[in-house]
């Protein structure tokens, strides 16, 4: 009872209710669900946003500048969908307030989500910040630039997502020059010189930039495209690559960038000539979405062969939409003669977005040509559970020949019977934990005690893993015995 009526104190301290008789209609919330509702003004400044997160209700907050934000504590977006106007979305962190912020003009907007986020506070963790509009063109300028130095000074390596919105050239120049590695996603947004100036601090970059990710539109002349793809301070790069014409679109294979995720259309690959396609990045996911129709798997195979020969990849994705969960057995083949080339491969991501089961039938064949691959330890699929098997059993079978290797859906989860894939999969971590030890040169001192520990713990009562550890470290017994 106390918590409550602090925290009715507190709001009365910080917002008062407007009438609704003196209420004009721009003032006026209206939720999409709940209808119409009070609309509030603020009284002083929050101190953090943390004092509109701790009310158990949803409130619309008007300001003098002909703005109304809708505001949603903890970001549960259950209780309302927000206002049933267009708006633009504030949302800080997983568990911090979501605001959606309407208003007369573009400028009135952008400077009420400045003002909002000159309040937010350091914290420790460093989550997604997403700022966005429905649709595309939305005026940000307005905001300046002092909320985005406030934001990377508080949260240096925050992620950060833009959605349909306007930048200036000072904005894009301190998006650009930011410190710290941090991701930066780009949907459908504009800079406002075509990336003169974004551009110009990346190239005058001596540290690493992070990720850098665009999605729908690409806001970069293509002076500017090319001079990205020269740029070697980009962590990762990611594209799309439809809207780039026939002469630029293989180019983004070339770019300095550590690693690469581009999404194209089958058709972008026809007529291309892939035999002597420069791939650079040792990191590679490309999206193949099918556009209807016959399905023409010549050029696919042509870019896997390419794959192949090239052989220097480290982490590569195929993932292939919308192909009518069919594969030919020819396509099956050529990525498993990409994964065999490519001898340091680390991860074989071939799964969707889109849930498309095209791998389901020839797991089988994945399975018994890559149980040996040498360095692989991560392979991801988009399939049924009932792809491996009665009980599980061939993935039971594959990950029980190879002990290093993982199998994940797209979000990296593990496929799991929550028995006997966690029990083996348990087994394998200690088996790997044991041979890593074995080549730690810094360990050699402690390997006596750890051993000692590994079989008072983890080892006891389990003959497999008693096993595992006294073939692994036969010395260390001998020693035991001869010391005792």
Not at 90 to 108: N, Q, V
Not at 373 to 383: P, R
Not at 404 to 420: H, M, P, Q
Request: net charge negative.
């Amino acid at each position: 009872m106390s918590n409550e009526n602090e925290n009715e104190n507190s709001l009365s301290c910080l917002l008062e209710v407007i009438p609704p008789h003196l209420c004009r209609p721009e003032q006026v919330a209206h939720w999409e669900r709940a209808g119409e509702a009070f609309t509030y003004r603020l009284l002083r400044n929050p101190i953090s946003l943390e004092e509109l997160n701790q009310h158990k209700f949803c409130m619309a907050i008007w300001r003098d500048n002909g703005t109304l934000t809708y505001v949603t504590p903890h970001c549960d977006r259950d209780r309302h969908d927000g206002p049933s106007r267009s708006f633009l979305t504030l949302k800080l962190r997983e568990d911090g307030p979501f605001l959606r912020i309407t208003g007369s003009t573009d400028d009135a907007v952008a400077q009420t989500v400045a003002f909002f986020l000159s309040f937010e506070q350091p914290t420790e963790e460093n989550p997604s910040v997403f700022i966005g509009y429905l649709n595309v063109g939305f005026d940000f300028r307005e905001a300046g630039t002092h909320w985005i130095q406030r934001m990377f000074e508080l949260r240096p390596s925050t992620s950060v997502h833009f959605k349909g919105l306007r930048f200036s050239l000072q904005q894009s120049s301190v998006l650009a020059s930011r410190s710290h590695q941090t991701g930066l996603l780009l949907i459908d947004c504009e800079l406002e010189d075509g990336g003169n100036a974004f551009l110009d601090e990346l190239v005058q970059r001596k540290s690493t930039f992070g990720s850098l990710t665009f999605n729908g539109s690409i806001p970069l002349n293509e002076n500017n495209f090319r001079r990205l793809l020269q740029i070697d301070t980009v962590g990762h790069l990611g594209l799309p690559i439809n809207d780039l014409n026939d002469e630029l679109v293989l180019l983004p294979f070339s770019t300095r960038a550590a690693s690469l995720d581009s999404t194209m259309s089958s058709s972008k690959l026809l007529g291309a000539d892939l035999s002597a396609l420069i791939i650079a990045p040792k990191k590679l996911i490309i999206t193949i979405e099918h556009e209807g129709g016959p399905i023409r798997y010549e050029p696919l195979l042509s870019l896997l062969h390419r794959i192949a020969e090239l052989g220097h990849f480290e982490e590569l994705g195929v993932r292939l939409c919308y192909f009518n969960d069919f594969l030919q057995d020819n396509v099956v083949h050529a990525v498993i003669a990409a994964a065999l080339s490519n001898r340091n491969l680390k991860v074989l991501d071939l799964s969707s977005d889109y849930g498309d089961d095209a791998w389901c039938p020839h797991l089988g064949t994945l399975f018994e040509a890559l149980k040996d691959k040498e360095n692989l330890d991560t392979l991801q699929f988009s399939v049924d559970t009932s792809a491996f098997g009665p009980d599980f059993c061939d993935l039971l079978q594959f990950i029980s020949h190879n002990r290093n290797i993982i199998v994940t859906d797209a979000d990296g989860a593990l496929y799991s019977d929550g028995a006997l894939v966690d029990a083996q999969y348990s087994l394998n971590r200690f088996y790997v934990g044991s041979k890593t030890l074995l080549t730690k040169l810094d360990l050699q001192l402690e390997r006596p005690l750890l051993v000692a520990t590994a079989l008072v713990h983890s080892a006891l009562n389990d003959f497999q893993r008693n096993a595992l550890l006294l073939s692994d470290y036969a010395d260390v017994l001998y020693d035991f015995i001869r010391f005792a």
